[in-house]
């Protein structure tokens, strides 16, 4: 069993109707490359300007280079952030 979160706010903002459609295609378009890649390592890679540790996702695919996923807390790098792992129901 997968440790969860309450995710009860994050799922109701999450149910289609709050996301404006362009950042619904935007979002899918960007997460989107990944499909296909596996994460072969975690790092936390450190962060002088923000004095913290970003989880790092080193991944890779058959046919491509190796990438680096950094988990930020904002679009603009302002410190390391969370992920919310669960099941897929």
Same mark, same amino acid.
Request: hydrophobic share 30%.
């Given at each position: 069993? &997968?440790? #969860?979160?309450?995710?009860? *706010?994050? +799922?109701?903002?999450? @149910?289609?109707? #709050?996301?404006?459609?362009?950042? @619904?295609?935007?979002?899918?378009? !960007? !997460?989107?490359?990944?499909?296909?890649?596996?994460?072969? +390592?975690?790092? $936390? #890679? !450190?962060?002088?300007?923000?004095?913290? *540790?970003?989880?790092?996702?080193?991944?890779?695919?058959?046919?491509?280079?190796? &990438?680096? #996923?950094?988990?930020?807390?904002?679009?603009?790098? +302002?410190?390391?952030?969370?992920? $919310?792992?669960?099941? +897929?129901?």
């Amino acid at each position: 069993m &997968i440790f #969860v979160p309450n995710l009860e *706010y994050c +799922n109701n903002r999450m @149910k289609g109707d #709050v996301m404006q459609e362009t950042e @619904k295609m935007w979002g899918t378009k !960007y !997460y989107g490359q990944l499909k296909g890649f596996a994460i072969s +390592n975690v790092e $936390f #890679v !450190y962060c002088d300007s923000t004095d913290s *540790y970003f989880p790092t996702f080193v991944m890779k695919k058959k046919g491509y280079e190796t &990438i680096k #996923v950094e988990v930020s807390r904002d679009e603009e790098g +302002n410190g390391g952030g969370f992920l $919310f792992i669960s099941e +897929n129901k």
